[in-house]
């Protein structure tokens, strides 16, 4: 008898994971409440000769709050709120209503929806295509609004289980961001 569940616990390992689709990428990651941790970010464009890289702190605290706190290469804070982006810059307070910026409510739809696991949030913008297993998957958003698609080509989303590793952002000008959170 023992041998058999060894077994039949030996084959069961050896089976490959399955794939996992856009609902069930969903719930992974809707079960994540409140995250802070480290990132690194490298934003490329053809018109630099070396990218410009920057290092912080993301947060995000369900429904709807993401905080990135930037350390270098200067202190900024940025927090997209339910209905708008506020910058904080030199003790200057900046904000901007999402309601007036189609292309920067796309975006903060994006990290918010992604982080939520909110995949109606993100299916107001974006085509989602999911890949991979719960230990490597890959979702990728392409943008379903013209007026979006003049900013943003494509957000490639990765990670492991519901959390997300790295946000790698193409704009239709050729410039890409690439955030990493180990």
């Known amino acids: 008898m023992r041998r058999w569940l060894l077994a039949f616990a030996l084959a069961a390992a050896a089976l490959p994971a399955a794939a996992l689709d856009v609902p069930g990428l969903m719930k992974l990651l809707a079960a994540t409440n409140e995250v802070t941790k480290p990132y690194t970010e490298r934003k490329f464009s053809p018109l630099l000769v070396a990218s410009v890289d920057s290092a912080g702190t993301l947060r995000y605290k369900r429904p709807d709050l993401l905080e990135k706190q930037v350390t270098k290469p200067r202190s900024e804070r940025y927090r997209i709120l339910a209905d708008a982006v506020v910058i904080e810059r030199g003790g ?16 903060a739809a994006s990290l918010r929806g992604v982080l939520s696991g909110d995949a109606a949030q993100l299916q107001r913008y974006f085509k989602l295509k999911a890949s991979g297993t719960e230990e490597a998957w890959t979702l990728e958003l392409t943008p379903s609004d013209d007026a979006i698609k003049g900013y943003v080509e494509r957000v490639v989303v990765a990670g492991r289980q519901g959390q997300v590793s ?17």
């Open 92 to 107: 200057k307070e900046q904000r901007i209503a999402l309601s007036s910026q189609p292309a920067l409510a796309a975006i």
């Open 166 to 182: 790295r946000i790698e952002t193409f704009e239709s000008s050729g410039d890409r961001t690439l955030l990493e959170i180990p």
